[in-house]
Structure formats: C-alpha cells, structure tokens
C-alpha cells in the first residue's frame, strides 16, 4: 500500500467513527474543487445566494467574502435565516448536485475502502446501510419510525451516554434528524428519522430555537452542542392523554379519572387546544358549589402547557404551584402530563446510585483503614496517595488484587469474583458521575444494592 493510500484509508476509518464530515475533507478527497461554486436558491422568496470553495475547505460567501466552514452557517448568514441545513441547500454548480450528494459518496467510498481492506468490523458497514435506508425513506416523505431505545441499539448503546456525539454525527452525516430530538425524550418516546425542514423563517437575529421545533445539528467538527439538560419530556413519553371535552359530563370525567387512578385530567377542545383540567379538588370544590355541576364549572383554566425539549429546571416553579403540567410534542399537540410524583421519581432513580456509591466508597475506604497502614497501600496505587481519603475505586481494585493484601482481610469469599464486580462497580459508577440524562438500569441498582449488602457483612476485618 502506498503511503497515499494509507492516509487516505486511515482518514476513511476516521470519517466513519462518528466525526462529522466537513467540506474540507471532500476537498481532500478530490470529490470537490478549490474554487468550486455553490449556490443556494430560495424558491420561496426568490432569492439566490452564491459562494466559493476555498483552499482550506471553507465555504466564502460572495459578495462580501465572509468565509465559514460549516455549510450550515454559511447558509444561515447568507439568507438571514435562524436554521438550514446547508448540506441540502448549497448546489455544487459545475457538478449539478447537491452537496448533501458529495457527501453521500464520500461516506460510500469511506466504507466501501474499509470493508476492502477489511480493517474495520462490520458495524459500521451496518450502521451505514441502516442510516442510507432510512434516509431513503425520509426522501420518500415516509420517514421510518422508532423508540429511541431502538435507535440507540444501532450502536450497540442502551442509555444515551458517551456515544450521543457520536450517534448524533452519523446521523447528521446521512442528513438526518430525529424528531422529536431523541436527547429530550424518554427511551420509549418513538422518534421520526427524518431530513431537517428546508427553510426556517425564522430570522438568525432570534435568540433561542422555538420550543418543539425540529432541531438542525451543527456540522462543525468540534462544535457538537453540549447538551447535559434533563428536560420534561425525559419524563412523559408523550403517547397521548386522557382526556374529556368542555362540554362532557362530570360523570365521564369522574369515570375516566377512577378507572386510571388519575388525579388530575386534561380538557381538550382538540389536541392542540387545551382549555385546562380537571382534580379531585376541583371536582369537589365544583359540587359543593353546585350539585348538578358540569365539567365546565370544575375546570382549571390557569394551566401550564410546556414544550417536550423545555429545561424541566425551568419547570420545577410550576410544578410545585399547579403539581401538574401538559407537555405537547414537536407538533404542539398535547400529548403527555408531568406531575410532581413523576419529579420526585426521577430524581429519587438519579440520587439513590449517588448516595449507593458514596456508601460502598466510604466502607472500602474504612475496611482497608482498619486493616492496613497507609504505607501497605501506597504501593498499588497510580498516583500519589498521602491519606486513605484519598482512594478511589481503581485503587481499591488495584489494592484487593494482591493476595497478601487480600488474606489479612479474611473474608471467606473469592477473591478473583469480588475482584470482577467491583470492576463493574467502578464501571457503574464512572457512568453515573458522568451525569448521563438516563436512569440506571435495575441491574447495575441491583448490583450496587447486593454489594452494599456483602460489604456490610464483612466489614470488621477482626
């Protein structure tokens, strides 16, 4: 192989890992020329918008010669525009295509080199088909749809952790987006692979995106969004709500409510004409009023209604004052309610694994303490250790691994068994430190919970 085409293939095998493609990188692989122009047309308004290709893979706006290596930015400051995807709205005009299409063969060669030379497993031959074949279907106008947990099982991934950059970059380098945004729903929530909106109207001089509405990922390498939020609709799965019309009786709404165990209950004119809800208080305050009381006279009309992607942080106010929210999805249709039980759950499922670690931390830290001195442990550690408080998880694995340590503890366990789970202790615990928007699955809990358990049981060292 020459030394060419080890830098091509070795800058293949990088394209397909989960970096986004840049127009720089179609500049290098001769897919697309210095100097090369680009035009966007507004059919709309009937605007055209032109530009250049530089040296440097940048995209230089004409007149004025603003240069911008994202095709997305570049479009957006040309147009006025708050969102586009520049890959779809840049045509190359010598080569009479999009530069969605350049892109498209570029990842095509990529994978096409690497399964030739059969230096990369077949995941990512998979992961490519499986995103070209949706994106046909988004072009279809008949965009396939699936839970997110579906979705992320494309890359081998369970919880929406490490790989999100990842997932989000192989799916902007198709051209596709999810909506609603899978970061910002539960895993159960299904979610629509399809292209981002052609046009978005709405001035670049806005500030913050309009709450639901679908999200154009950035295009730049290095420039994903950080996105750590836990939002409202990470706890509605936004499956729809029970509901009764203004003009219903008591009797259903009542009916409704006991049937489902439900304390409250949405009044809907129509999906995306909510009129307020309906409580046990309110029912009740309504009768005593009235005997004959009708659904209008029990409703709440001063009901919060929130957007799926709203930071649930800025919710928490409403939350504790009405105990309830309506929570639309990306159409703006109501489609799921958040209830201050519903809080108190997910933050119970974040804060138990929190206070299930620091416990197992402090009781290894403890047992070691009292069985050996400081300098017996220094040695099979990393780095530096001055005082027992300054051990960590890798330090304790790294201490029980010794046979003479872990005979003067004389615990009547395995020790090469102990050694394992505590390594997925530590696992467990770097995922949870790492503040991943999902709750831990019931088995890594189960995990934490039984070694809490041993640990107690066999931690006098005498």
């Known amino acids: ?27 290098e692989a001769g ?20 530009a250049t290709v530089t040296g440097k893979g940048r995209i230089r706006l004409e007149p004025d010669g603003e240069e911008f ?11 006025g525009m708050r969102a586009v995807d520049g890959w779809r709205a840049w045509w190359v005009v010598d080569q009479d295509r999009l530069l969605d299409n350049v892109r498209q063969e570029l990842l095509d060669r990529a994978i096409s080199r690497v399964a030739h030379q059969q230096t990369e497993d077949k995941v990512r031959q998979r992961i490519h088909e499986r995103l070209r074949q949706a994106r046909s279907r988004a072009d279809e106008h008949a965009p396939e749809q699936i839970t997110v947990r579906e979705l992320l099982a494309f890359w081998g991934a369970k919880e929406r952790g490490d790989q999100v950059s990842q997932i989000e970059a192989d799916l902007a380098n198709h051209g596709l987006v999810t909506s609603p945004s899978f970061r910002a729903v539960t895993l159960d929530t299904l979610v629509s692979l399809t292209t981002p909106p052609d046009e978005a109207e709405v001035p670049a001089t806005v500030g913050s995106p309009v709450a639901g509405e679908l999200p154009v990922a950035e295009d730049d390498e290095g420039d994903d969004d950080l996105n750590v939020r836990l939002t409202v609709g990470n706890l509605s799965p936004l499956e729809g709500v029970e509901s009764v019309g203004p003009n219903s009786t008591l009797h259903e709404a009542i009916t409704k409510m006991v049937i489902n165990d439900y ?8 999906p995306r004409n909510p009129r307020g809800a309906l409580t046990w ?6 009768i005593h009023r009235k005997p004959d009381a009708t659904v209008a006279d029990a409703i709440i009309t001063h009901v919060e209604v929130v957007a799926y992607d709203r930071d649930l942080f800025e919710v928490l106010p409403a939350l504790q004052h009405h105990e309830f929210v309506f929570v639309t999805d990306i159409g703006k249709a109501v489609m799921g309610i958040v209830t201050t039980a519903d809080v108190a759950r997910r933050y119970g499922e974040m804060a138990t694994p929190f206070f299930q670690l620091g416990e197992l931390d402090q009781t290894l830290r403890w047992v070691l303490k009292g069985a050996l001195d400081l300098s017996t442990v220094q040695p099979f550690c990393r780095r530096p250790i001055e005082s027992f408080d300054d051990l960590g998880f890798g330090d304790y694995e790294h201490i029980l691994e010794n046979k003479d340590i872990w005979q003067k503890l004389a615990w009547p366990l395995d020790r090469q068994v102990f050694i394992a789970r505590l390594a997925e202790i530590r696992t467990v615990r770097n995922k949870v430190m790492h503040f991943h928007p999902d709750p831990l699955s019931e088995d890594a809990t189960k995990k934490l919970r039984n070694f809490t358990r041993l640990l107690h049981r066999y931690r006098d060292p005498t």
């Open 281 to 286: 208080r309110s029912i009740a305050q309504a």
């Open 1 to 27: 192989m020459t030394e060419e085409a080890g830098e091509t293939g070795g800058r293949s095998m990088y394209l397909i890992r989960g970096r986004r493609v840049m127009v720089s990188d179609l500049l």
């Open 263 to 270: 304390s409250q209950l949405a009044v809907l004119s129509g």
């Open 69 to 79: 290596r994202s095709p997305s930015r570049a479009a957006m400051v040309a147009a």
């Open 31 to 50: 897919l697309i020329e210095a100097g090369a122009k680009l035009r966007f047309n507004r059919a709309r308004i009937g605007a055209t918008y032109t």
